[in-house]
């Protein structure tokens, strides 16, 4: 054991966290470090520097702390791909992009939301909050984060699988809970 070196997660993902960010390059794989842990995301149409403004700005609008980066980043993602077919999506997400501060990905949340609110009567606003809430909250990395199973239509619906094992909410009191089936 002495000769050879054991390496254990962490260790290897503190080594390839640098080769993968130095590898970024407008048009390529947005490569992001969160929390120590490196994921990239392919981009067609906004370069790196945009789409870690756009992350930062989905997790400003829609923050939940147990939800990992990697859930904002498909956001943007999936926006990046819409806006290769659509010229005036396209056009307002640079437009509104360059709105934003520089360091915006860097800025604290506080910070973030302050700039954010200059803002939010505008297209370029309205447009990332609606598509943020379309795309995250149909996420599988979002249905396992807040429990929920995903459609049960297929499976013979909600009442016999889970429909009441929501256990990060508090359960009614039995007073509130409305009239009780008879028999």
């Known amino acids: 054991m002495d000769a050879m070196k054991v390496f254990d997660r962490r260790r290897v993902l503190k080594a390839t966290t640098g080769i993968l960010a130095g590898l970024v ?6 490569a992001v470090v969160a929390k120590g842990r490196a994921w990239a995301i392919e981009l067609g149409a906004l370069s790196s520097e945009e789409a870690a403004k756009l992350v930062a700005m989905a997790r400003t609008l829609f923050p939940h702390d147990r939800l990992d980066d990697l859930a904002y980043a498909g ?50 606003f309205q447009t990332m909050r609606l598509k943020t809430v379309q795309r995250l909250y149909a996420s599988p990395m ?28 508090p359960e009614v009191p039995l007073e509130d809970s409305g009239p009780m089936p008879l028999g």
């Open 75 to 124: 956001v943007v993602r999936s926006i990046d791909e819409e806006s290769r077919k659509d010229d005036r999506l396209l056009k307002l997400l640079k437009a509104g992009v360059r709105s934003l501060p520089d360091n915006f990905a860097k800025l604290s949340e506080p910070e973030r939301v302050s700039a954010l609110k200059t803002m939010e009567a505008g297209d370029f």
């Open 142 to 169: 979002a249905y396992a984060c807040f429990g929920y199973q995903g459609e049960s239509f297929s499976e013979g619906g909600y009442l016999l699988r889970g429909f009441n094992d929501l256990h990060w909410l």
């Open 25 to 30: 390059v407008a048009g390529t794989p947005l």
